[in-house]
């Protein structure tokens, strides 16, 4: 009887908490991407999510398990193809770029075919990031394969996913539509195998730097991303979206149309991603 008693007083409990939620509206977010947020913002976040991007080169295993008890999972940010001069590996690694990144000028593209590249990316930078407790890896600048596409240049970024999956850390691909559709096409099995999800920016709002602000996407570019995203959809993968600086009506509008495609969306206030 005290058995029966107390799993009853577990089911009231889920009960009172989910309703709880519901009603303060405090129920889990999808998706938040928060790669420019610093520290002591991120261990005070006010909403829960289920998937959360973050940069946690300054966040240690104790601040991650802080973090996992309000979100899912934890992917942690990796940029694959580029090298920032912040990054304090950048006096290492800086003969091996090889050409200036539009729009962000502290940063330059680095050829991943390099060998001490691709080691110090999986067994220093990633095991570095599944010690400290995340889930998955966030990988960003596969569009390095959009500004040098020989072949090496496309078998070392497989290599890395394999290398990953190793390692069992799940990875979101950021972008890198050149190389996914290629990889889709010529080993849909593998691919699938290897790549959790892709995210992909600005599918409805563009933004225009020079401006500081969000315009709206070209039809040309929204119709390519909706081909491309809807193909991926097709072979079974998870389809993300980040959209920078939507106003209220753009917001719904977006909202109500990644709804409808089953795509998840993070509605970015800023193009940093400092802030929720």
């Known amino acids: 009887m005290k058995k029966w008693l107390g799993l009853f007083g577990i089911i009231l409990l889920g009960v009172a908490l989910f309703f709880c939620f519901q009603v303060s509206g405090k129920k889990p977010s999808d998706y938040g991407v928060f790669i420019g947020m610093e520290k002591k913002d991120l261990l005070q976040l006010s909403k829960s999510y289920q998937t959360l991007v973050l940069d946690v080169t300054y966040l240690d295993k104790t601040d991650i398990k802080q973090l996992h008890f309000r979100s899912r999972q934890i992917f942690a940010y990796l940029n694959i193809g580029a090298l920032e001069t912040s990054n304090s590996f950048y006096q290492d690694f800086k003969d091996l770029t090889f050409k200036p990144y539009d729009n962000w000028p502290d940063e330059s593209w680095i050829h991943v075919t390099d060998s001490a590249w691709q080691d110090f990316l999986v067994h220093q930078l990633a095991q570095s990031l599944k010690d400290k407790g995340v889930d998955g890896l966030f990988l960003d ?75 709206q996407q070209t039809a040309e570019a929204e119709d390519f991303y909706l081909d491309y995203l809807n193909n991926l959809s097709q072979t ?32 970015a206030p800023s193009i940093l991603l400092d802030r929720e």
């Open 141 to 215: 600048n596969f569009d390095v394969y959009d500004h040098d596409q020989r072949p090496e240049v496309y078998a070392s970024l497989v290599q890395l996913l394999k290398e990953f999956q190793t390692m069992n850390l799940p990875v979101i691909i950021n972008g890198g539509s050149t190389f996914v559709s290629q990889f889709l096409a010529e080993d849909p099995q593998l691919a699938r195998q290897l790549i959790y999800a892709v995210n992909q920016e600005s599918v409805f709002l563009a933004y225009d730097f020079d401006a500081g602000k969000p315009v």
């Open 236 to 267: 079974g993968l998870q389809v993300f979206l980040i959209e920078y600086g939507a106003d209220s009506h753009q917001a719904h509008q977006i909202s109500k149309q990644c709804q409808d495609l089953n795509y998840t969306l993070y509605l």
